[in-house]
């Protein structure tokens, strides 16, 4: 029951975002200089950049894992940050994943990842090889990680659902699926000289 409240507080609470400010700032051109706090699973623009507008994106759904001998299902809420360089289609993302029913640590992961769809689509889809942390059952070391995932941008509030499968590349780990739902937080621009 504890799960179901947890999941329904976390979905209300993106439901419930801040609205738009109208007036926006202003760069002396004209230009606005910050159209709006970004969209999910996004890398931003790439032009005049060393890397991408790193954006971040809160999460949160269910986790599922099959154990033996029944499934493990848990609420999750995540970080989630991505960012690009210059080669089209290719793409950093890192996480940091709590599942309070396990404690309080959070599991990070860090991706590099092809997504072969523009990001204007209101369809994401990526997949990717990297590393995870809390995975390797011979002590405290990070472990290889495979990761797809499939997200639909919908037109209601910058709300994106979400479905993740991922599989850590260490002995006896069983594959695991994230069902959520994902809203922008703000995108950032970096540039190095």
């Known amino acids: ?10 979905i209300g609470l993106l439901g419930v975002a801040p609205a738009r ?11 606005p200089a910050h159209p709006n706090h970004g969209t999910t699973f996004s890398t931003g623009t790439r032009e005049g950049w060393t890397f991408s507008t790193p954006h971040l994106d809160i999460n949160g759904g269910l986790f599922s894992m099959n154990t033996s001998p029944a499934t493990t299902q848990e609420a999750f809420f995540r970080l989630h940050a991505q960012t690009a360089f210059g080669i089209h289609y290719l793409q ?4 940091l994943l709590w599942i309070p029913q396990f404690g309080a640590t959070p599991v990070w992961s860090g991706v590099l990842e092809v997504s072969p769809i523009q990001q204007e689509s209101p369809f994401y889809v990526a997949a990717g090889i990297g590393l995870i942390s809390g995975r390797n059952q011979n002590g405290d070391k990070l472990s290889g990680w495979l990761q797809g995932t499939v997200a639909y941008r919908s037109p209601i509030h910058e709300i994106t659902p979400f ?25 950032y621009k970096l540039h190095l000289p």
Not at 3 to 10: C, G, K, M
Not at 92 to 95: F, I, P, R, T, V
């Open 1 to 10: 029951m504890h799960r179901v409240v947890a999941l329904a507080a976390l």
């Open 21 to 31: 400010v109208a007036a926006q700032h202003e760069d002396p051109e004209g230009e």
């Open 92 to 95: 950093l993302s890192s996480d």
């Open 163 to 187: 479905v993740q499968i991922g599989k850590a590349l260490s002995n006896g780990n069983q594959a695991e699926l994230l069902f959520g739902i994902a809203h922008p937080l703000a995108p």
